[in-house]
Protein backbone atom coordinates (compact mmCIF):
# COMPACT_ATOMS: atom_id res chain seq x y z
CA UNK A 1 0.00 0.00 0.00
CA UNK A 2 1.56 3.41 -0.63
CA UNK A 3 0.74 5.94 1.27
CA UNK A 4 1.09 9.84 -0.29
CA UNK A 5 1.01 13.28 1.85
CA UNK A 6 1.94 16.46 0.21
CA UNK A 7 3.10 19.87 2.09
CA UNK A 8 4.56 23.22 1.22
CA UNK A 9 1.71 24.91 -0.45
CA UNK A 10 1.00 28.44 0.91
CA UNK A 11 0.25 32.26 -0.46
CA UNK A 12 2.64 33.66 -2.62
CA UNK A 13 3.43 36.78 -5.12
CA UNK A 14 3.62 36.66 -8.65
CA UNK A 15 6.87 35.73 -9.54
CA UNK A 16 7.58 34.17 -6.43
CA UNK A 17 8.64 30.51 -6.14
CA UNK A 18 7.45 27.54 -3.73
CA UNK A 19 8.70 24.11 -2.86
CA UNK A 20 5.96 21.12 -2.59
CA UNK A 21 6.96 18.35 -0.92
CA UNK A 22 5.32 14.57 -1.14
CA UNK A 23 6.53 11.77 1.53
CA UNK A 24 6.37 8.76 -0.05
CA UNK A 25 5.93 5.24 1.80
CA UNK A 26 5.84 1.97 -0.78
CA UNK A 27 7.08 1.09 -4.05
CA UNK A 28 6.36 3.08 -7.15
CA UNK A 29 6.95 3.03 -10.52
CA UNK A 30 5.75 6.36 -11.58
CA UNK A 31 4.72 9.69 -9.67
CA UNK A 32 3.44 13.07 -10.85
CA UNK A 33 2.23 16.45 -9.78
CA UNK A 34 -1.29 17.41 -10.60
CA UNK A 35 -3.21 20.34 -9.93
CA UNK A 36 -6.38 21.46 -10.18
CA UNK A 37 -7.37 25.09 -10.08
CA UNK A 38 -10.75 26.37 -8.77
CA UNK A 39 -13.67 25.57 -11.00
CA UNK A 40 -11.42 23.68 -13.50
CA UNK A 41 -10.55 19.74 -13.77
CA UNK A 42 -7.16 18.17 -12.83
CA UNK A 43 -4.27 18.41 -14.44
CA UNK A 44 -0.67 17.21 -14.69
CA UNK A 45 1.83 19.66 -14.35
CA UNK A 46 5.07 17.11 -13.91
CA UNK A 47 6.17 13.63 -13.62
CA UNK A 48 8.64 11.50 -13.00
CA UNK A 49 9.73 7.20 -13.19
CA UNK A 50 11.12 6.59 -9.51
CA UNK A 51 13.93 3.90 -11.42
CA UNK A 52 15.37 6.06 -14.10
CA UNK A 53 14.77 9.51 -12.61
CA UNK A 54 13.54 10.64 -16.28
CA UNK A 55 11.27 13.61 -16.04
CA UNK A 56 8.51 15.30 -18.42
CA UNK A 57 7.24 18.80 -17.46
CA UNK A 58 4.11 19.82 -18.95
CA UNK A 59 4.37 22.48 -21.51
CA UNK A 60 2.22 24.89 -19.61
CA UNK A 61 4.84 25.13 -16.98
CA UNK A 62 8.07 24.61 -18.79
CA UNK A 63 10.94 26.17 -17.89
CA UNK A 64 9.84 27.65 -14.55
CA UNK A 65 8.51 24.34 -12.94
CA UNK A 66 10.95 21.28 -11.93
CA UNK A 67 10.41 17.48 -10.85
CA UNK A 68 12.70 15.41 -8.37
CA UNK A 69 13.41 13.00 -6.09
CA UNK A 70 15.43 12.72 -3.06
CA UNK A 71 18.11 9.54 -2.91
CA UNK A 72 16.24 7.81 -0.49
CA UNK A 73 13.20 8.07 -3.04
CA UNK A 74 10.82 8.93 0.40
CA UNK A 75 10.20 12.65 -0.55
CA UNK A 76 9.09 13.87 -4.37
CA UNK A 77 9.59 17.69 -4.80
CA UNK A 78 8.09 20.28 -6.74
CA UNK A 79 10.38 23.24 -7.14
CA UNK A 80 8.27 25.93 -8.83
CA UNK A 81 9.39 29.42 -10.00
CA UNK A 82 7.99 32.33 -11.89
CA UNK A 83 4.73 31.85 -10.51
CA UNK A 84 1.63 33.27 -12.34
CA UNK A 85 -1.61 33.53 -10.67
CA UNK A 86 -2.81 30.90 -13.39
CA UNK A 87 -1.04 28.49 -10.98
CA UNK A 88 -3.08 28.96 -8.42
CA UNK A 89 -5.07 25.46 -7.01
CA UNK A 90 -4.76 22.68 -5.00
CA UNK A 91 -1.62 20.34 -5.91
CA UNK A 92 -1.95 16.85 -5.89
CA UNK A 93 0.68 14.15 -5.37
CA UNK A 94 0.23 11.02 -7.30
CA UNK A 95 2.10 7.79 -8.17
CA UNK A 96 1.31 4.04 -9.80
CA UNK A 97 2.71 0.77 -8.84
CA UNK A 98 2.29 -0.34 -12.27
CA UNK A 99 4.77 -1.01 -15.10
CA UNK A 100 2.59 0.19 -18.38
CA UNK A 101 2.53 2.88 -21.11
CA UNK A 102 -0.13 5.13 -20.00
CA UNK A 103 -0.24 8.86 -20.66
CA UNK A 104 1.78 10.56 -17.21
CA UNK A 105 -0.99 13.49 -17.82
CA UNK A 106 -3.77 11.46 -17.18
CA UNK A 107 -5.44 10.91 -13.81
CA UNK A 108 -6.44 7.23 -14.40
CA UNK A 109 -2.86 6.01 -14.67
CA UNK A 110 -2.33 6.52 -10.75
CA UNK A 111 -3.92 4.48 -8.32
CA UNK A 112 -2.71 6.78 -5.37
CA UNK A 113 -2.76 10.00 -4.58
CA UNK A 114 -2.21 12.67 -1.31
CA UNK A 115 -5.15 14.81 -0.03
CA UNK A 116 -3.77 17.68 -1.95
CA UNK A 117 -1.66 21.35 -0.62
CA UNK A 118 -2.82 24.83 -1.92
CA UNK A 119 -1.15 27.26 -3.62
CA UNK A 120 -2.34 30.91 -3.96
CA UNK A 121 -0.47 33.06 -5.96
CA UNK A 122 -1.48 36.56 -5.76
CA UNK A 123 -1.13 39.23 -8.56
Known amino acids: QVQLKESGGGSVQAGGSLRLSCVVS?????MAWFRQAPGKGREGVARIYTSSLQTLIHRSVQGRFAISLDNAKTTLYLQMNSLKPEDTGVYYC???????????????????WGQGTQVIVSS
Open 94 to 112: AATTQSDTKPSFEEATYNY
Open 26 to 30: GYTDR
